[in-house]
């Protein structure tokens, strides 16, 4: 992405993380509490909004931007998961596998040093998704 050469392990890390969001977070807890995944992810949606909202009160600025960072980057997993079906969820971890693999890829391979380097990487990126999440 350059993310400092994107390698299996880290893949692998995000895999379990994404894996257990839905398994554990929307899979499980809709089950235990009778309600649908829809329901469940619209309340961890709305849980999370109103997280953010409160993180101006952590006050290490490094932990603040880990604490949002994290957070966001679920918030938009379970975006992309609504939209695309939490029964697809095994599917989405290998897209989303994928598309980092190829962004990091594309950059060290391809990108890296050239002209407007960052531009390229992210219309290259627009396609990409284009092509595989329609």
Not at 71 to 94: L, R, S
Not at 113 to 126: D, H, Q, S, T, V
């Amino acid at each position: 992405m350059p993310v400092c050469g994107f390698n299996q392990e880290m893949l692998e890390g995000l895999s379990g993380f994404y894996k257990g969001l839905v398994e554990h977070g929307i899979l499980e807890r809709s089950r235990k509490k009778k309600q649908t995944t829809e329901t469940m992810i619209n309340k961890e949606l709305e849980d999370m909004g109103d997280f953010l909202r409160e993180t101006h009160r952590i006050k290490d600025q490094e932990i603040k931007d880990l604490t949002e960072a994290l957070t966001k980057h679920a918030f938009a997993y379970y975006k992309f998961v609504q939209k695309k079906g939490a029964d697809n969820y095994k599917e989405i971890i290998q897209f989303l596998n994928n598309y980092y693999f190829s962004m990091d890829n594309k950059y060290y391979s391809e990108l890296e040093g050239e002209p407007e380097a960052m531009k390229k990487l992210a219309i290259y990126l627009n396609e990409l998704a284009v092509k595989n999440t329609d």
